[in-house]
RNA sequence: GGAGAAAUACCCAAGAGGCCGAAGGGGCUCCCCUGCUAAGGGAGUAGUACGUGAUAAGCGUAGCGAGGGUUCAAAUCCCUCUUUCUCCGCCA
């Protein structure tokens, strides 16, 4: 959510970066609206301060046995008249509320501009597109063949988009999982293991919530959604606290399985572990302070990447255009790896600094030097996706006869060298 | 799922319609005293959000788990919900 005041105070500045991330969001409403909160709040409180004031009076007089039955009639009235106008408060104030909601972040100026993904900007490259001296098969054939993929019985057991994982299929996965958590715990992130369902309030702090319910999974007869990151439930942690300055930057790392309903991709990726509607994930998350935070999103991109350099997947990073920047995040790096089948790079991590967006949501703070709070800057990166970890490596370490080499970094948490 | 108890400031805890934004204790901060330490004495200790103001001081409003209600007036009475604890049932 934005600051309401400097929406009010910074009209033109907002709507020309609104309008960069081709945002049709109308601010008109939302500048009346706050002028009549305003005034709405200074009509009540001087009506609540006569009403307080001669509330203690007449505590005096009675306890004085003296008649103020007047000033209890003329009080009833104010009571009326100030329920009257805290109604209409109450309404102008959700209404404000439901617009805020509904704004997207604003894009740093660092940020390309750019109408969608065609117009991302690649910042580095890390090694070559794996080239074969034979033609590759994708994963899901690769991972058939080797029975350790199992679309079929997932359908069954389930519906499309979700896979069953077999033996070494099932390790693998495994011990990706295994081999993220542990690379990211050495490099100083606690490791976290939260609850795969949250609340609504903690699905409003991070953004999901409201503007994007049809994405996510509610619990039936429960307040309840499956995460659909375990950005949801580990930002959330802090949510409503005040954090010691001195505590920052907190860093922590987290496995989840995380659940999308994947509305508006109907069609797409519908081969494979691209697109799934329950993938495992590892995330990294920072609340940093806000006069380093661009410097802790582009540590958090290094540390993410780490992984795809030791298990030596080729990959890019690119900076997301202001039309391709998700709604709560102010910049974004996406993490690429390369994927023979689709013989492009495919996006396996998205490392974004929400700034003070989430946390004034989520009401996430901190004491300054001064004894002042301030909003903390919220940060997270997946560290990575691990269903498109496994189809990676599925791919890029394919050899001609069927079998998938394991990579050196995993072999001992696989205690193979081959996958046959 | 059933039955009961509880939720008050950093922590413990009193308070049972108005003199309560809240006794008392602990902790913490500052001061005094004492070679050091321990002990002792004194003062301070609701943060926060919103409105107003100069992004100050000050003033005002809200705030005793959350949300409603009764009342001129609610920590205190009523309703709903949440969480925690104890017991029973079920269960990995």
Known sequence: ????????????????????????????????????????????????????????QIAVMKRNKQNCDDLI????????????LDDRLVVIEHRLNELMLDIPNLIDDSVPYGLDSNDNVELRRYLEPTAFDYTPKAHWEIGENLQILNVQQAAKITGARFTVYHGFGARLERAIMNFMLDTHTGNGYSEVFPPFMVNKDSMLGTGQLPKFEEDMYAIKNTDYYLVPTAEVPVTNLHR????????????????????????????????????????????????????????????????????????KLPYRVVSLCSGDVGFSSCKTYDIEVWMPSYNRYVEISSCSNFIDFQARRANIKFRDANGKTQL??????????????TAAILENYQNADGTVTVPDVLVKYMGVNVIK
């Open 240 to 311: 409503d606290e005040i954090l010691r300055e001195s505590d920052l930057p907190i860093r922590y790392c987290a496995y989840t399985a995380c659940f999308r309903g994947e509305a508006g991709s109907a069609g797409r990726d519908t081969r494979g572990l691209i697109r799934q509607h329950q993938f495992n994930k590892v995330e990294l998350v920072k609340f940093a302070h806000p006069s380093n935070s661009f410097e802790e999103l582009e540590s958090l991109t290094a540390e993410a990447e780490v992984i795809l350099k030791l298990l």
């Open 73 to 84: 009639v003329k009080m009833k009235i104010k009571g009326e008249e100030i329920k009257t």
């Open 1 to 56: 959510m934005l600051d309401l005041r400097f929406v009010c105070d910074n009209i033109d500045l907002v709507t020309e970066k609104l309008a960069k991330r081709n945002s049709k969001i109308n601010l008109d409403e939302v500048v009346e609206l706050a002028k009549e909160r305003r005034a709405s709040i200074k009509g009540v409180e001087t009506l609540k301060a006569e009403k307080n004031q001669v509330s203690a």
């Open 376 to 389: 903390v800057h919220t940060l997270n990166g997946s560290g990575l996706a691990i269903g498109r970890t």
